[in-house]
């Protein structure tokens, strides 16, 4: 059985980087059937996918934050890594990891979550 675990800071800088890691279990990242995404929920609002990575390693992008976002992975330790430059307010959520089977979708297994809140 999969299981999803996200780290990284609570509380990063306006301006900063805001960088996460999902460590997966169960699971390759190289399973030819599945996507590795990032999906947000602000407060008050509703969840938006953010990206994904393929079991071949290409990622994929929302248009919106293509030009802040990046997102990689680490075979070795199964790891998944997503990182949003120039952060604002305004991308204070709770952030998941997500086990999907195709990009641009908000269904899947995903784990707990864990908020970054962005304040100076």
């Known amino acids: 059985q999969v299981q999803l675990q996200e780290s990284g800071p609570g509380l990063v800088r306006p301006s900063q980087t805001l960088s996460l890691t999902c460590t997966v279990s169960?699971?390759?990242?190289?399973?030819?059937?599945?996507?590795w995404s990032w999906i947000r929920q602000p407060p008050g609002k509703g969840r938006e996918w953010m990206g994904a990575?393929?079991?071949?390693?290409?990622?994929y992008y929302r248009e919106s934050l293509r030009n802040r976002t990046s997102i990689s992975r680490d075979t070795s330790k199964n790891q998944i890594f997503l990182q949003l430059r120039s952060v604002t307010p305004e991308d204070t959520a709770v952030y998941y990891c997500?086990?999907?089977?195709?990009?641009?979708?908000?269904?899947?297994?995903r784990g707990q979550g864990t908020q970054v809140t962005v304040s100076s």
């Open positions: 990575i393929s079991s071949t390693g290409r990622p």
């Open positions: 169960g699971e390759s990242i190289t399973n030819d059937l599945s996507y």
């Open positions: 997500y086990r999907t089977t195709s990009i641009a979708t908000l269904d899947g297994i």
